[in-house]
Structures are given as structure tokens and as C-alpha cells.
């Protein structure tokens, strides 16, 4: 990681995209797992109140506009150093983190689901089939999963790293229709607490932060 003598600003999750309705409930752990894994490193952690970085960040995006030549587009560069700009005038920082979180498709193929680089697995519920599956049985289709996607500035604005990582499968399979009359069908049901790992959790962020932070081991951990 690049010096970090000053602090590390972490905005809330989701301040530059909506959130999905379908995370509301997952986002503030998955914060917690964040903070956690940067203060490891012994470095100064603050942060900003949601609503003051989503009127900052509009702000900046009208700025950024208003700057912009006729024959140039605002880009997502372009709102972020306004922004680094205006939050300096604040507060003191090295670098700013923007964590979002969303949700995409994801292959499943046996009864693993994969994507954005991770393979996790997938609840089966068999249900009546039960006594009809063995461990060789296999799914294919596809889930909605939520990814990580983060973003580090400097203090001049300029992004230093980015990446993004699968964290948790969002779904179970539930096999439906009659064994005596067919093969099954298949239906997906949410995953009651689809954050619930948080080991995982922890070594997914941590990739989301390598290589710009060597990971500790073990993960920080946060229930």
C-alpha cells in the first residue's frame, strides 16, 4: 500500500450507486468487515454521514459538468476528483475508499455458483426429491449473487486501485413437481442471511483490497 501517515477515509456503502433493495440488510455488516480490515493495519479510519456524501458527491457530479468542454464527457474520474477536492477542504486524508455493493448473475454449474473470480456453493433444497439425488446429482442455470466493487483515490484524486469481487450467493435452488411424474423443476428463493459467513466475507474483501493492502491472516473478523 502506497504511505498511509495520514488517515484513510471510507465513505458509506452505496453512496455513488443505489443500493439494491435485496442488500439493504447485508450492507452494514459488510461495512463493519471493510473498516475492520483496513484499521488492522494500524492506520487512522474516518469516515462521512450518508447524507452529507451523497449531497457532496451530487455536488461534485454538477461541478464536474459545469468544468467539462462541449466535446468532453463527465466521467466517473472526473466527479471523484471534485470530490476529493471538496472533502479535503474538510478533513485531512491520504486516501478514500468508495465501496459499493450489487447484485449480478451467476453460473451455476454442478452446485457451485460462479463469478467476479470466486466459486461458492449453492443451497439445494430437494424437498420430495430428496431420496432421489445422490452427491453426483447436478444443477446448471444461473443465480443472482451480489459482488464488491471498490474504488481507492489519493489525495489528489486520482484512482490508485480498483477491483472487484464476488461475496455472497443471494439464492437456494428449491426442486419442485412430483418424483413420480417427471423430472424436477426448479425454482430460486432468497437466502434468509445470504452474509451470514463472515469469514468469507472477510477473505472477499481482503481480495478487494489486494494488491493495494497485503491481507492479514487471519481475516479481521466482525459478527
Known amino acids: 500500500m502506497s504511505s498511509t501517515a495520514g488517515a484513510i477515509v471510507i465513505l458509506p456503502m452505496n453512496v455513488v450507486r443505489p443500493l439494491p433493495e435485496s442488500l439493504e440488510g447485508s450492507a452494514p455488516a459488510t461495512w463493519e468487515v471493510?473498516?475492520?480490515?483496513?484499521?488492522?493495519?494500524?492506520?487512522?479510519?474516518?469516515?462521512?454521514?450518508?447524507?452529507?456524501?451523497?449531497?457532496l458527491w451530487r455536488a461534485s457530479a454538477r461541478e464536474a459538468v459545469e468544468r467539462a468542454t462541449r466535446s468532453s464527457k463527465v466521467a466517473f474520474p472526473d466527479v471523484a476528483r471534485v470530490f476529493v477536492e471538496k472533502?479535503?477542504?474538510?478533513?485531512?486524508f491520504t486516501h478514500l475508499v468508495i465501496p459499493s455493493l450489487f447484485v449480478q448473475g451467476a453460473r451455476v454449474e454442478g452446485r457451485t455458483a460462479s463469478w467476479d473470480g470466486v466459486e461458492r456453493p449453492v443451497e439445494i433444497d430437494a424437498g420430495a426429491w430428496s431420496?432421489?439425488?445422490?452427491?453426483?446429482?447436478?444443477?446448471?442455470?444461473?443465480?443472482?449473487?451480489a459482488s464488491l466493487h471498490l474504488v481507492v483515490?489519493?489525495?489528489?484524486?486520482r484512482v490508485v486501485h480498483e477491483r472487484q469481487v464476488g461475496l455472497a450467493v443471494l439464492s437456494r435452488i428449491r426442486l419442485t413437481g412430483n418424483p413420480e411424474l417427471g423430472a424436477p423443476g426448479f425454482e430460486a428463493l432468497p437466502v434468509a442471511d445470504p452474509f451470514a459467513d463472515r469469514e468469507a466475507?472477510?477473505?472477499?474483501?481482503?481480495?478487494?483490497?489486494?494488491?493495494?493492502?497485503?491481507?492479514?491472516?487471519?481475516?479481521?473478523?466482525?459478527?
Open 131 to 145: 431420496d432421489r439425488l445422490d452427491e453426483d446429482t447436478k444443477f446448471g442455470g444461473a443465480v443472482p449473487a
Open 34 to 55: 471493510l473498516r475492520a480490515s483496513l484499521a488492522a493495519h494500524d492506520t487512522p479510519i474516518k469516515t462521512v454521514a450518508f447524507d452529507s456524501a451523497q449531497g
Open 153 to 157: 483515490l489519493d489525495a489528489g484524486g
Open 87 to 92: 472533502l479535503s477542504g474538510f478533513s485531512e
Open 201 to 223: 466475507m472477510g477473505v472477499g474483501i481482503a481480495e478487494a483490497l489486494s494488491p493495494w493492502i497485503t491481507p492479514r491472516d487471519p481475516a479481521p473478523t466482525v459478527r
